[in-house]
């Protein structure tokens, strides 16, 4: 069982930059690809970047890509997501989550059995 806590959001202007951290308390961290998912008010939860149990995969919703950046630190257990040059549509509140299996492919949210509490970013114009 994996238990997980985000952290880092808050608010920011346009333009500027926050990093989330997300926490992971568990056995093997290692085993556990790892996405961030957000979900703004009134909207379902949406995809927004993964990595894979060693950081070799990354995938990025086209959205945020090349503002976005999905790490992991294993030895930490913790994954983060950098993002920059944010925008006001990025307002959502940040989950991190994780799944067991080894499937890479297409992104599939019922993959990702375990979820953090979230945390809110909101970006003001």
């Known amino acids: 069982q994996v238990q997980l806590v985000e952290s880092g959001g808050g608010l920011v202007q346009a333009g500027g930059s926050l990093r989330l951290s997300c926490a992971a308390s568990?056995?093997?961290?290692?085993?556990?690809?790892m996405g961030w998912f957000r979900q703004a008010p009134g909207k379902e939860r949406e995809f927004v970047a993964r990595?894979?149990?060693?950081?070799?995969?990354?995938d990025y919703a086209d959205s945020v890509k090349g503002r976005f950046t999905i790490s992991r630190d294993n030895a930490k257990n913790t994954v983060y997501l950098q993002m920059d040059s944010l925008k006001p549509e990025d307002t959502a509140v940040y989950y991190c989550?994780?799944?067991?299996?080894?499937?890479?492919?297409?992104?599939?949210?019922?993959?990702?059995?375990?979820w953090g509490q979230g945390t809110q970013v909101t970006v003001s114009s």
């Open positions: 568990g056995r093997t961290f290692s085993s556990y690809a």
């Open positions: 989550a994780a799944k067991m299996t080894a499937r890479w492919g297409s992104v599939m949210l019922d993959e990702y059995g375990y």
């Open positions: 990595i894979s149990r060693f950081g070799v995969n990354t």
